[in-house]
C-alpha cells in the first residue's frame, strides 16, 4: 500500500526500490507523529514534542563513515580522512538492505538542501523510523506540496536502523555504517538510531558538490543584523564550540545553526531546522531554544524525562551528554524567513580549547585566518561521537573533518579568496576553559563571550587597544565592554602563571606539528602565519 503524496513517475519502484509493505510519502508533522506513536517509536511530550531514545548509539559513528571509491571520485576525495569502500562492497550493501527492507513499512521525504535555489539540491530520505522522517523534515528544507508532484531527487538517502552490515562483504568496518556513493547518487545508513546523521550525511554530500560550482561550504552558524542582512556574521566550530548557541542571538536575525554556503550571491543556510543541544539548558539564558522543548513535533532525543508529568530533566545526562531537540526555523521567533544572508562582514572561528590557554576573542589577519581554518583547534566534546566522554584536544580541518570530503586545501583557497573579495573580519574565539585547564579551570562564562561577540560585530571592539599575543601572534583586545579585563589576558586568569607557560608552550609545539601536513600545499603568507 502506498499513502501520502509523490510525484507519480517518481515513486521508489521507478528507483528500483521495492517489496515494501507500506510506503508513506511526505506524511507531515501531525500524521508522522501518529505513525511514529503508533510503531512505538517514542513519546508525546508536553506541547506535542516526540520524546524518543535511540538505544546505544546516541552520537555520530565517524570511523564507520565511508566515502566509495568510484571512479569518477577517486581522484578528488582526501581519502587519508574518509575511509574508503569497494564499489563491489557498497552494491552487495545496497542489495542486502533492499532484501532486508522487503515486507516492510517505510517513510519517504522529499525535501532539498539549500536556500538558494540556484545552489539547492533535491534529497529523497526513505527512513524506516516515522521520527526519522519527522526528524528531517524539520532539518532540511521543505518543497511547497505542488512541487511533490514533479520532484525528482538527485541523491536519495536510505536510513535502516535494524540493518546489521557485514564487514568481510560489504567493505565496513562494523555493523554500523554510513556509505556515500556519488556516483551511484545514493547514502545508505545502517545500524544506528542517531538523528544526527541524517543531516550530516547531506551536508557531506553538498560539501563535495559545491566546490566545483565555486561554492564554499562551511561547518558554521550565521546570523545577520536585525533588517540588514549586509551585516552578516559566521560563526565556524566543531560540535559542541557554540554555533547554535552563540547565533541564536536574541539581538539579531538568526539565518541557521549548523551548515551554510558562500556563493557569489552572499550567505545560504543548506538547512530549514536547528539541531540544539539540550543538556544544562537554562531558560532564562536560552528562552528561545527552551520554548521549542515544548512546541509541537519539536524531536527531543535522548532526554531523561518524568513518565506521569512528562516533564524534561535538562540535567540528567545519564543517556549521554549529547541531548538533543530538532525543530524548525521558524519555532525561533528572530529566525530569517529567508534563510539567506550577505558576504559575511565578520567570521568567528569558535573553538573549545579545553587547555584554556587561547584569549577568549582574538582578532584574526586573513592569513592567520587561513591558518587556524587549515588547523581546526578545539576539543571534541563529550558525546557527539562515539566513545568521547571528556574534551579531549583535537584538529579538525575546516573545523569539521568528519564531513569534509574534499582536501582541506580546496576549502581553505576558496574561503581565502572570499575573505579577500569581500573584505570580511576574522576573529578566534575561545568558548572552552578559562583560569586553568579542563580539571582546574572553568567554562568561559557565556555571557562573556557575548558580550565579547556583541562588540565585534557592532565594530566597538575596532576601537580599543589591542596586545599582540606573543604565543600566537594574534592580537588581542586588552580592555572590552561588558567583560572583565582580566579575562582578556588568559595568562592571568591562572593561579600559577608558570604552569600556562608550559601550558601554552605545548600548545604551540601542537600546533607546529599538526601543520607540518600543510606546509607543501600553502602559500608564502600563510606559512608567515605559521604558530611556532
Ligand atoms: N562560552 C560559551 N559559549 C558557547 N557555548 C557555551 C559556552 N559555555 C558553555 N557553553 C555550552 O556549550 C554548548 C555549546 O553547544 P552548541 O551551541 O550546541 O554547539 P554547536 O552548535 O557548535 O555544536 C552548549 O551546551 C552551551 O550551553
Ligand atoms: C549534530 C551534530 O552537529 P553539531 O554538534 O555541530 O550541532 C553532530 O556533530 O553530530
Ligand atoms: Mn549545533
Redesign the pocket.
Given at each position: 500500500m502506498t499513502f501520502g503524496r509523490v510525484n507519480p513517475n517518481f515513486r521508489l519502484e521507478d528507483q528500483g526500490i521495492d517489496g515494501l509493505e507500506n510506503v508513506h510519502y511526505n506524511l507531515i508533522e501531525p500524521a508522522l507523529i501518529e505513525a511514529a506513536l503508533k510503531n512505538g517509536e517514542g513519546t508525546l511530550g508536553r506541547g506535542g514534542a516526540f520524546l524518543v531514545s535511540t538505544g546505544k548509539f546516541t552520537?555520530?559513528s565517524p570511523k564507520d563513515k565511508h566515502v566509495v571509491a568510484t571512479p569518477s571520485v577517486k581522484d578528488s576525495i582526501w581519502w587519508e580522512n574518509n575511509a574508503a569502500m569497494s564499489p563491489e562492497g557498497f552494491d552487495a550493501l545496497y542489495e542486502d538492505m533492499l532484501e532486508h527492507m522487503k515486507g516492510g513499512t517505510y517513510y519517504v521525504q522529499d525535501l532539498t538542501g539549500g536556500a538558494d535555489p540556484a545552489h539547492a539540491i533535491k534529497v529523497r530520505m526513505v527512513t524506516e523510523l516515522a521520527w526519522h522522517g519527522l526528524f528531517i523534515r524539520h532539518l532540511l528544507r521543505r518543497p511547497d506540496r505542488d512541487a511533490l508532484d514533479g520532484f525528482v531527487a538527485d541523491f536519495t538517502v536510505i536510513n535502516c536502523p535494524s540493518f546489521q552490515a557485514d564487514p568481510k562483504k560489504h567493505d565496513c568496518r562494523s555493523e554500523t555504517v554510513i556509505a556515500m556513493n556519488f556516483d551511484r547518487k545514493i547514502i545508505l545508513i545502517g545500524g544506528t538510531e542517531?538523528a544526527?546523521e541524517n543531516?550530516?550525511s547531506v551536508f557531506s554530500l553538498l560539501n563535495y558538490l559545491l566546490p566545483e560550482k565555486d561554492v564554499m561550504p562551511m561547518?558554521c552558524s550565521a546570523n545577520h543584523a536585525k533588517g540588514n542582512p549586509v551585516d552578516t556574521a559566521i560563526f565556524f566550530?566543531?560540535?559542541?564550540t557554540g554555533?547554535?548557541t552563540l547565533s541564536a542571538d536574541p539581538g539579531r536575525t538568526l539565518i541557521g545553526?549548523?551548515e551554510h554556503g558562500w556563493s557569489s550571491r552572499g550567505t545560504f543556510n543548506f538547512e530549514g531546522g536547528c539541531?540544539?543541544?539540550t543538556i544544562n539548558l537554562d531558560p532564562e539564558a536560552e528562552p528561545e531554544i527552551y520554548a521549542t522543548t515544548s512546541k509541537f513535533g519539536t524531536v527531543i532525543e535522548n532526554m531523561v524525562y518524568d513518565e506521569e508529568t512528562r516533564e524534561l530533566d535538562f540535567d540528567d545526562d545519564s543517556l549521554t551528554a549529547?541531548m538533543?531537540c530538532a525543530y524548525p526555523l521558524e519555532y525561533i521567533s528572530n529566525a530569517s524567513d529567508t534563510a539567506l544572508g550577505g558576504h559575511p562582514k565578520n567570521i568567528i572561528m569558535l573553538t573549545c580549547d579545553a587547555f584554556g590557554v587561547l584569549p577568549p576573542i582574538a582578532r584574526l589577519t586573513p592569513a592567520q585566518a587561513m591558518y587556524h581554518f587549515l588547523s581546526g583547534f578545539t576539543s571534541k566534546v563529550a558525546g557527539?561521537?562515539r566513545g568521547i566522554t571528556e574534551p579531549e584536544p583535537t584538529f579538525s580541518t575546516c573545523f569539521g573533518a568528519?564531513f569534509m570530503p574534499r582536501r582541506p586545501e580546496v576549502y581553505g583557497n576558496l574561503l581565502r579568496s572570499k575573505i579577500a573579495k569581500h573584505g570580511a573580519t576574522c576573529w578566534l574565539v575561545n568558548t572552552g576553559w578559562t583560569g586553568g585547564a579542563y580539571g582546574t579551570g572553568s567554562r568561559m562564562p557565556i555571557k562573556a563571550t557575548r558580550a565579547l561577540l556583541t562588540a565585534a560585530l557592532d565594530g566597538s571592539l575596532g576601537d580599543v587597544k589591542f596586545r599582540t599575543d606573543a604565543n600566537f601572534g594574534f592580537e588581542v583586545p586588552v580592555d572590552a565592554p561588558g567583560v572583565p579585563t582580566v579575562l582578556l589576558d588568559p595568562r592571568r586568569t591562572w593561579d600559577n602563571p608558570e604552569s600556562y607557560d608550559r601550558q601554552a608552550a605545548k600548545l604551540v609545539k601542537m600546533f607546529a606539528e599538526n601543520f607540518e601536513q600543510y606546509l607543501p600545499h600553502i602559500d608564502e603568507d600563510v606559512k608567515a602565519a605559521a604558530i611556532g
Open positions: 552520537g555520530r542517531y544526527g543531516k550530516k561547518h566550530g566543531l560540535s559542541g554555533k547554535t545553526d549548523d539541531y540544539a543541544k549529547n538533543r557527539t561521537e568528519p
